[in-house]
């Protein structure tokens, strides 16, 4: 027979995975919610999900690679376009649907016990299937460009991974804050829009000058795309500088989401 | 260690406290208002010069200490605010608590509110399936038990509807079919009996008498004091945030409505300051049996008495006639005078109104007391809203036919009938 204590929390502990395990089947169904509703109501449903990587790397594609000519180390504008989407996508993305997760399930939270974490996890489910969406759009296009296969391609999985560990520890971050000042809700969008520009998605690293590329290279998403973008098309793999960066940000974000998590989370329920 | 294995849940010295922030502007040499700074969230922004955050502590719960035998029904009762819902809330791990600790043996279900996370886009189906893994089922178990919930809702035909087509009805009672088929070993129940037809109702009565048959626990916390009354065997009442007593249920819902005589209750006393004019005031009122005994509620298989004591200052021009007024649920139920003649002495009277068994309902009633001449026409005092009493009733009385709820009405009076 299980035991359960209650008792005031004081340190900092880390998430109890077992439970979230043993709630596995809850975090399914809510992911499936968050899906479901997204597709249910429209009418074209999946083909949304296509466009909406697609139509802006055309547009990018066309404006910067054909008009303005910016360089692309060699390789179709659209592609360096849409692998640096892909990542993006998936990091911006979860931040953006999931930052507000606990605020918009409250009434979950203020009367049912389950562990927490379930909420925001469930908010990113669908920004996989996006993602997921988006890499078969990749690859019908890097069949259509003739791109070939390599080794360096092994190395997606991790960066995507990456990707995804990092909007999860800034998610945590802002969806905690979300609760105690609804400002972030506002901030967020435009903090996310302001990161883009800083990150070398729709232009690639190498149009920085040399003397501020150290500079620029300390953005840790700046190793996240050209990492994942150097994955699949190949060429010349990112500096130290910025695969370090993105490391550090990774555990960072990780680390300080998951003891601001924890914090918020003791008190939610007499917050909302 | 023996013994704890008997022991569903424990508690010892819980407690909950809120901080009660107030932000207050104050004086720049003024030092003594407010506490010590509060960090808030933002540990680089101190409070300090001219704002500062004082702070309050509000014990919603303190050192609440009991023990919920395995198998048992245990009903948790106390006013609004008691922190009825604080301890609940603790218990189900929605909220943590400040003091104290509570070990709980075995898997918990908790129905804090019936039909939290339907999703009304969704089909029965598919908010069974969520509802249940959200209460912390496996969906295994929930494909096992899942022809039980639907036949239990009375749901099939609808099953693959959205819920927003769902009547309330239906509704409620998908929510309750879910909660009720958790199989917890732990059932903790906040009012839910409170939804639903009578015959619904009936049904998740007779579900929860199942759950303690199989030798489960039941934490029950209701306003209903009927069905409390009825359901559990031991009781516990919250005041304050305190626990007062813990003990079979008759006799904490006894002194539950004794304590509740001292704010609104059943007996009034105006002696400090008797309202009326220079020829009648009123000194009090009480309720009482025909021994003359003060009760502090009123049974409705019982005859009982509603008592005014006033005084005659002066010798009036007409006589000083009683009158009572009864009111339930904001209505007025019914005025009542007497027909003989009032003394006319000079000094305290009593006057008595004799409510016959089984004549009023049951539930609360507010009584205004007045007493007025004809002619010339005058009142001399109308005592509003400060005398009130609660009619109960056994749950299990044969003149229910079942019901667990209120019946509704404002009187219940056992007429005659003719059956053919």
Redesign the interface.
Known sequence: ?????????RRFSFFEWKEIVE?R??L???SL?DI??RY??TSLGVVWVILQPLVPAIIFAVLFGNFARLPSNGQPYLLMVFTGLIPWSLFSNTIGRAGGSLVGNS????????PRLIIPLAAMGSVVVDGLVGLMVLVVLLALFGVGLGWHMLAAPFFLLAAFLMGLGLTLVVAS?NV?HRDFGYAVPFALQAWNYLTPIVYSSSLIPERWLFLYSLNPTVGLIEGFRWSILGGVPITTTMFLSMLTGLVGSLLIGMAVFQ??E??F??IV | MSESSDIAITVRSLGKSYKIGHLETVAADDTSAGGAPQRGIWPWRRTGGRQRLSSETFWALRDVDFDVPRGKVFGVIGRNGAGKSTLLKILSRITEPSTGMAEIRGRVGSLLEVGTGFHPEFSGRENIYLNGTLLGMRRRQIDRVFDAIVDFAEVHRFIDTPVKRYSSGMYVRLAFAVAAHLEPDILIIDEVLAVGDLQFQKKCLGKMKDVTGQGRTVLFVSHSLTTVNSLCDTCMLLENGRVTQIGPTESVTASYFASSEETSGSSLDLRSDPPGDRFCRMVGARMVDRSGESLSYAHIDREFGLEMTYELLEPSTGQVIPNFHFFTAGQCAFITSPRQESPVTLGRHRATVWLPARFLNEGTYSVNFAATTPMPQCCHFHVQDQFCFQVIEDLHDEARHGAVHKVPGAVRPQLNWSLH
Do not use: E, H, W
């Open positions: 027979m299980s035991v359960t204590r209650i008792q005031p929390r709630y089947d809850l399914y169904f809510l919610r479901q509703v249910k109501q009434n979950l939270l203020s009367k049912i016990y389950f804050l105690y914090r918020i003791r008190g329920a007499d």
